[in-house]
């Protein structure tokens, strides 16, 4: 069988990219998931799953301070926006997940991010939320982030979309992301 290569942006670019944004425990993942799913082209980038692409010398975040693990921050961040725009030049609309609590980060963000507009959405249930729901997953962390609540809300408190997520159900946060941003779902 011959392989025929077939050009990938044949499709209209997509609507911009979702930065959902949140301190851990918010629900970045489960609603990344559940807004792409409400488009027919979609993808889910989830920024962890990027970082454990790494096999040797990874190096996740940490509350003391660790250079190699912020420089390694950007790295990823810097594959989720490659992602994102090859997605979106194909049609997708990707949907990345990441926790972005400095202005650095999401300026980064802004810049690196080519396909058309970036729509950045922060969940914020509340720190007390977030570490009740860090405890009742799967994925439980070991470190206790609720501090980035503080220091998103001092670095991004001038970011439009911050959506409290605390009593509302996947779908409706959902529903409140898709009111914010003006995005029309076109799938299921």
Same mark, same amino acid.
């Given at each position: 069988?011959?392989?025929?290569?077939?050009?990938?942006?044949?499709?209209?670019?997509?609507?911009?990219?979702?930065?959902?944004? @949140?301190?851990? @425990?918010?629900? =970045?993942?489960?609603?990344?998931?559940?807004?792409?799913?409400?488009?027919?082209?979609?993808?889910?980038?989830?920024?962890?799953?990027?970082?454990?692409?790494?096999?040797? @010398?990874?190096?996740?975040?940490?509350?003391?301070?660790?250079?190699?693990?912020?420089?390694?921050?950007?790295?990823?961040?810097?594959?989720?926006?490659?992602?994102?725009?090859?997605?979106?030049?194909?049609?997708?609309?990707?949907?990345?997940?990441?926790?972005?609590? +400095? +202005?650095?980060?999401?300026?980064?963000?802004?810049?690196?991010?080519?396909?058309?507009?970036?729509?950045?959405?922060?969940?914020?249930?509340?720190?007390? =939320?977030?570490?009740? +729901?860090?405890?009742? +997953?799967? *994925? =439980?962390?070991?470190?206790?982030?609720?501090?980035?609540?503080?220091?998103?809300?001092?670095?991004?408190?001038?970011? *439009? /979309?911050?959506?409290?997520?605390?009593?509302?159900?996947?779908?409706?946060?959902?529903?409140?992301?898709?009111?914010? /941003?003006?995005?029309?779902?076109? @799938?299921?």
């Amino acid at each position: 069988m011959a392989w025929t290569e077939v050009p990938v942006d044949v499709e209209p670019p997509a609507a911009g990219t979702v930065l959902l944004t @949140g301190i851990p @425990g918010s629900g =970045k993942s489960t609603v990344a998931a559940a807004l792409a799913a409400r488009f027919a082209a979609s993808a889910h980038i989830e920024v962890d799953a990027l970082q454990e692409l790494i096999v040797s @010398g990874g190096r996740w975040p940490s509350p003391d301070g660790d250079e190699e693990a912020d420089r390694q921050i950007f790295l990823r961040a810097r594959n989720a926006c490659l992602l994102a725009d090859s997605f979106a030049a194909a049609g997708f609309l990707p949907v990345i997940d990441d926790v972005v609590a +400095r +202005r650095a980060h999401l300026d980064f963000y802004r810049t690196t991010l080519t396909a058309g507009p970036l729509h950045r959405v922060v969940l914020a249930p509340g720190a007390a =939320k977030a570490r009740e +729901r860090n405890l009742a +997953r799967d *994925k =439980k962390l070991t470190t206790d982030w609720s501090f980035l609540e503080a220091a998103m809300r001092e670095e991004l408190a001038d970011e *439009k /979309t911050w959506i409290d997520s605390a009593d509302l159900t996947v779908a409706e946060t959902v529903d409140a992301i898709l009111s914010a /941003t003006g995005l029309t779902p076109t @799938g299921p």
